[in-house]
């Protein structure tokens, strides 16, 4: 379940979307989801995949975590796991924990994933062009396809990447948890 209200964050993505000006067509137009769709996300009638919420993050040149941080926090050094941040994607067997204490104006975070089994996320674009990330896989196995070029990883495995076009996370018939640190802004 997600611990993140749907209605705070369909409030913040209809405010990010007029701030730059933006109708729901134009913004349909420029990250390839449905006009419909995205009234339906900004109305809080529905809570977008994890691929919409991609979409929105490139189209915005943000991470996924600053989408879904809809009231800025004062920042904290210390969060305790049962007030971190959730969100879940059932339609792909997908949840998101926003490991790192909230703090706009630092540019490192870290999440942590759970994809369960025979399970298979896109993402088109990154935030920005040379997104990095770190990912760890914690248990199970996770194929991860970053461009064109696909990585088998394990229990224990470390990738470091640089995005520049798409990604894609695939589980097989067990689950994958991994954590993720990646930089929340062009360096």
Known sequence: MNNLPMQALAISL??????RGLTLQQLSEHCGVSRASLSRIENGEVSPTADTLGRLASTYSLTISQLLAPLEQNFTPLIRRKDQETWQDDNNGFLRRIVSPPGAELCLEVIEGN???NQCIQYAQPAFAGHEHHLVVLAGALELTIENTTHQLDEGDCLRYRLYGSSQFKTHNQPARYIIAMTKRSM
């Open 14 to 19: 209809r405010n990010l979307r007029v701030a």
């Open 115 to 117: 994809l369960l089994a």
